[in-house]
């Protein structure tokens, strides 16, 4: 297995604009992405840029970023322009797929989510749950549920499916966490299908994988890292920066 991590980005954000360039401790929030996927080991890292102010950024802290249509639709999009760019032989053969707005996502997680394409021969993608944060996560849409197929060991297990409605019942309800790793034949797959019924229903664009029929796989993290989406969010970063300090 010979993976590479991409981490789609963009000015364009609509709740928060310019958000790969928020300070974050003195930092730029797309190079603590960076540094945190590099740290990961789990192959080279690259940032696919929708604008030249981000590759700039990148590449002034010793990163590698690839210039990508600003105009592109999704991530997954993004991604496979980049990849065309830096690898056109194929010679990677699985894609990790970050988001950009994570500052402080645990390397180990990102790991985790590589070594299970490489322990489950039956996963085409691979992504990330933790538990819940707290029970008003069990009824909010906005948090993205996972139902699995647990292994014995917990730390890992088959999706069955993802939803924002209510889960019921005494058993955890896993917090889907967007990292998605793809075998490179999943990623070309799943790009060239439309959207499914199901994706447009529940607004969820892995369910495309599933209705075609790919295996989605998911590791165990202990919490779900800080996702930057809006102002309050990036506050909630900064103050966390403040407690880890603001390593050059």
């Known amino acids: 297995m010979n993976p590479i991590i991409l981490i789609p980005a963009r000015m364009a954000a609509t709740r928060l604009p310019s958000k790969p360039l928020a300070d974050i401790g003195g930092i730029p929030m797309i190079v ?15 940032v696919a840029a929708g604008d030249p102010e981000i590759a700039q950024a990148i590449e002034a802290n010793g990163g590698t970023a690839v210039l990508t249509d600003p105009d592109l639709p999704s991530g997954s999009d993004r991604i496979l322009a980049a990849l065309a760019k830096l690898d056109p032989a194929g010679a990677h053969d699985v894609v990790i797929n970050l988001q950009g707005d994570m500052p402080f996502v645990d390397p180990s997680v990102v790991a985790a989510c590589a070594g299970l394409l490489s322990r489950e021969p039956s996963c085409d993608i691979a992504t990330v749950v933790a538990p819940e944060g707290s029970p008003g996560d069990r009824a909010n849409p906005d948090v993205v549920k996972a139902v699995l197929a647990l292994q014995p060991d917990g730390q890992s297990g088959r999706a069955l499916y993802f939803t924002r409605s ?39 664009e892995q369910l495309r994988a599933m209705e075609l029929g790919l295996s989605i796989w998911a590791a165990v993290a202990a919490e779900a890292p800080i996702s930057v989406d809006n102002p309050a969010d990036l506050d909630a970063a900064r103050a966390q920066a403040t407690t880890i300090g603001t390593a050059s």
């Open 32 to 46: 603590r992405v960076l540094r945190q996927a590099q740290a990961a080991n789990a192959g080279p890292v690259a």
């Open 166 to 204: 209510t889960l019921y019942g005494d058993a955890p309800v896993w917090r889907h966490i967007g990292i998605y790793g793809y075998r490179r034949a999943a990623l070309e797959a799943f790009n060239a299908a439309p959207p499914s019924p199901l994706e447009r229903r529940e607004k969820l």
